[in-house]
C-alpha cells in the first residue's frame, strides 16, 4: 500500500502537466494480435479518463500477412516498403478494418469489476491522411504504396474537443479518390507533426535504444539520436525503423517522442508517469529548464508545496496568495513537469531578500536542482541590487549552511520581516552575503 502511495504521489505533477495535452500512440497489428493487448487497452482508457486527447495509429503488417497467405499472394518488399499491387490493396484493406473493429470493440468494454468499468470512451475515425503514390524507387513501381501528403488537423482537433478518442489507420486518400498503403511510422509522425501534440508514442518489440554494452539509454536528445543513427553502430531493426521518425518528429514540433516495449504490462504508463521512464525518451533540447514561474504553474506548484505544507516544512499559501505572487517564483521543469520552486521576496530599504519556499519533488533531490534553484535566486537578488540573502527554516539550516549561510538572529532580519515573524514555529535565521 505505501508503494501504490509513493507511486500515486509521484505521478502527481505528470497528471498535471499532461491534462488537455495531445498524445499520438502508434502500434502495430502484432500489438493487437497480443493476448495483452486488453491490458494496453485499459491504459489507454485510464489516460482518457485522466484528460488526455488520445490519437492510436494502428498498423496491420502480420494481419496483411496472413490475408495474402490465405490467398496465395506473395509479399513483395523493396527498402522495406510493401510493393501493393491492387490483390494486395484488397488483403491491406480488409486487414486494416479487421483491426479497426478488434480496437474499437476492445475500446467499448465496460464490463464490472475491471478497469474499464463505468467507462464511456468514443471512438472516431475519418479520412484524416491525404496521400500521394510513392512512385517509382530504383526502378521499382510502388504502386499503390504510398506516402503521407497532409493530415487533416483541423478535422482530428475537432474531434478531440467533443472527447473523442481519435483512430487513424495506415492507409490515406489522394484528392482523385485513390487509396495508397502507407506506413503506421510515417503517418503517426506525420500526425504528431501536424497536431503539434505533446507526446509521439512508439510501441515495439525492444525495449528502447540500447549502448553498444546493451544497456538501455532512457533520454536522448535529436542531436544525440542522430549522431547514433549516423555512427554506424549496431542498433535494432525497431530503432531504425522509429527512431529517424522521433528525430523527425521533435524538430517538427513535437515536445517528446518515446519508443518503449509492447510487451511490458503497463509499459505505457510506467513510461509516462515515472521519472526514468521504462524506454528511450526523445527530445529537441535537454529534459530539464530552470525559468521564471507563470500563472500556468498554479497547479504545478500546489501540487509540489502542498505535501510539505501539510509536514509543516513550508508556510502554507493559498492559491490566491501563490497567484498574486508568482512573478516572485523560478521553477525547476523536467519532462513538463514542475519538480522544484523557490520564490525572492526583495526588501529594498535594507538592501535584502528572502529565499522562501524552495522546495524539490522527493524524486529529484539528489540531482543537484535544489543548489540550481538558490543559485537563480541568488543570481536574481544581485541583479535587484541587494546585498544579502536571508532564508528562514525549521529543517533544512545544515544544507543552507554548506551553502554560504550563516546562523543568525531575529534581530538581523529587515524590520518589516521582524514584524512578521512566527514566534511559535521558531524557524532558523541564516544569513548569505552577497558579492
Not at 467507462?119 to 526502378?139: E, K, L, Q, Y
Not at 467533443?162 to 503517418?187: H, K, M, R, W
Not at 521553477?331 to 519556499?357: R, W
Request: hydrophobic share 45%.
Amino acid at each position: 500500500m505505501n508503494d501504490f502511495v509513493t507511486w500515486f504521489r509521484a505521478a502527481a505533477p505528470y497528471i498535471h502537466a499532461f491534462r488537455g495535452r495531445t498524445f499520438v500512440v502508434a502500434f502495430g497489428g502484432e500489438v493487437v494480435d497480443d493476448e495483452h493487448f486488453v491490458e494496453l487497452v485499459h491504459d489507454i482508457n485510464v489516460l482518457h479518463s485522466l484528460g488526455i486527447r488520445l490519437v492510436l495509429v494502428h498498423g496491420a503488417r502480420p494481419q496483411i500477412e496472413a490475408a495474402l497467405a490465405a490467398r496465395g499472394i506473395v509479399s513483395r518488399y523493396h527498402r522495406g516498403l510493401r510493393i501493393t499491387d491492387r490483390a494486395t490493396l484488397d488483403c491491406v484493406l480488409e486487414s486494416q478494418g479487421k483491426v479497426r473493429a478488434e480496437i474499437e470493440a476492445k475500446l467499448s468494454m465496460s464490463l464490472p469489476n475491471s478497469p474499464m468499468a463505468g467507462a464511456r470512451i468514443d471512438v472516431t475515425g475519418g479520412n484524416f491522411v491525404v496521400a500521394r503514390p510513392a512512385g517509382v524507387i530504383d526502378g521499382v513501381a510502388m504502386l499503390h504504396t504510398g506516402e503521407v501528403r497532409a493530415i487533416d488537423s483541423a478535422a482530428i482537433k475537432q474531434r478531440l474537443d467533443d472527447g473523442a478518442i481519435v483512430l487513424v489507420s495506415s492507409v490515406g486518400y489522394s484528392p482523385t479518390g485513390e487509396i495508397f498503403n502507407l506506413t503506421l511510422e510515417d503517418v503517426a509522425t506525420h500526425t504528431a507533426v501536424a497536431l503539434t501534440s505533446q507526446k509521439l508514442v512508439f510501441l515495439m518489440d525492444t525495449e528502447g535504444v540500447v549502448d553498444s554494452e546493451g544497456k538501455l539509454i532512457t533520454e536522448l536528445t535529436t542531436t544525440e539520436a542522430q549522431a547514433l543513427l549516423d555512427s554506424g553502430s549496431p542498433i535494432s531493426d525497431d530503432t531504425r525503423f522509429y527512431l529517424p521518425k522521433a528525430v523527425s518528429a521533435c524538430k517538427g514540433g513535437v515536445a517528446r517522442a518515446h519508443l518503449i516495449s509492447r510487451h511490458g504490462n503497463g509499459a505505457l504508463l510506467m513510461e509516462l508517469f515515472t521519472r526514468d521512464g521504462v524506454g528511450t525518451m526523445v527530445a529537441q533540447q535537454g529534459l530539464d529548464s530552470l525559468r521564471p514561474a507563470s500563472i500556468a504553474d498554479i497547479g504545478g506548484l500546489l501540487a509540489l508545496i502542498e505535501p510539505l505544507e501539510a509536514q509543516g516544512v513550508l508556510v502554507r499559501r493559498p492559491r490566491e496568495l501563490l497567484e498574486r505572487e508568482v512573478e516572485r517564483f523560478v521553477v525547476a521543469e523536467h519532462d513538463g513537469a514542475i519538480i522544484g520552486c523557490a520564490a525572492l521576496y526583495p526588501f529594498p530599504n535594507a538592501a535584502s531578500g528572502e529565499l522562501a519556499c524552495l522546495a524539490v519533488h522527493p524524486d529529484f533531490r539528489r540531482d543537484g536542482y535544489g543548489e540550481a534553484i538558490a543559485v537563480e535566486i541568488e543570481q536574481r537578488a544581485k541583479a535587484a541590487g541587494l546585498r544579502r540573502l536571508f532564508v528562514l527554516t525549521t529543517k533544512s539550516a545544515h544544507w543552507f549552511v554548506e551553502r554560504g549561510f550563516v546562523k543568525a538572529s531575529v534581530d538581523d532580519l529587515p524590520e518589516e520581516k521582524q514584524a512578521l515573524y512566527n514566534y511559535q514555529r521558531k524557524s532558523e535565521v541564516l544569513v548569505k552575503q552577497l558579492g
